[in-house]
């Protein structure tokens, strides 16, 4: 996972908290408590929640309960799709933890990592929306990182609208990430030239983040970034997708959007 700190100068290109890796934690008695308090609690930084199992009418009760056991205990990052009704489940749940223990949540700084591409067309087509159904990927039959979708997807987004409430606290950083983009390559044929599909993907994800380079202009999410298994594919896969690719797309996103960055 990779996340692009935003803002209206060159993006920062940094590894996503949740998944930095955690260090070992070795027992020192010549430590002293605060010190070993301080190491502890930037371990739990590093750790993050992910939501999927608990995105459920049935689970909303736990959900709640694990967003506030985390919260005091440090662990501040928690993951939710918009496909499965994941934002409103996650959303719903971090309210309903606000009530077990407001301070707990209203001085703890929260982020809220939302992967988005996946969805289920039904009858509801949209421009962008390519056609996944032969992967038999039960997260939907449609990948979409349109600008279109992007705009659909933020001006109905429960954690859109929970963190407009939350900005006097200014303690929540919503994070959009680019689900497995490379899947955008899916939309032209399989014996396409890798370059080609590279390049589709490129052209497409670069969309993509100017959209979100828009949306961090206008505060309606702090940063964006990619989730992808594409990055750990060999070169030779048709999924493959290089970092190299996503760098590039971020910087002349911010580029189209803020102008040129200073270096």
């Not at 605060?34 to 930037?42: E, I």
């Not at 982020?111 to 067309?121: C, P, Q, S």
Request: with cysteine.
């Amino acid at each position: 996972m990779i996340r692009i700190s935003s803002s209206v100068s060159l993006p920062s290109f940094t590894k996503c908290p949740r998944i930095q890796p955690i260090s070992v934690l070795h027992h020192d008695s010549k430590r002293n408590s605060s010190s070993q308090t301080n190491t502890n609690n930037t371990a739990r930084k590093r750790l993050g929640i992910g939501g999927w199992k608990l995105s459920s009418t049935e689970q909303c009760n736990q959900y709640a309960s694990v967003i506030h056991t985390s919260l005091k205990n440090g662990v501040n990052t928690f993951e939710a799709n918009t496909c499965d009704d994941g934002e409103k489940f996650l959303a719903n749940a971090y309210k309903s933890a606000m009530t077990m223990d407001p301070k707990v949540i209203s001085t703890e700084s929260t982020n809220m990592a939302v992967k988005f591409g996946y969805r289920t067309t039904k009858n509801n087509k949209m421009e962008g929306d390519v056609c996944i159904a032969n992967q038999r990927d039960v997260r939907g039959d449609t990948h979409n990182i349109s600008k279109e979708y992007i705009e659909h997807t933020l001006s109905s987004s429960p954690l859109v609208t929970l963190q407009q409430q939350q900005l006097q606290q200014n303690n929540m950083n919503l994070i959009y990430m680019a689900h497995n983009p490379q899947l955008q390559a899916l939309s032209i044929s399989e014996e396409a030239p890798q370059d080609d599909k590279r390049g589709l993907v490129k052209e497409r994800l670069t969309d993509s983040f100017m959209a979100l380079e828009e949306a961090c202009g206008n505060k309606t999410i702090r940063s964006y970034g990619i989730c992808s298994i594409g990055l750990s594919l060999s070169k030779e896969n048709n999924l493959y997708l290089d970092w190299r690719d996503v760098l590039d797309a971020a910087c002349d996103a911010a580029t189209a959007v803020n102008g040129k960055p200073s270096m």
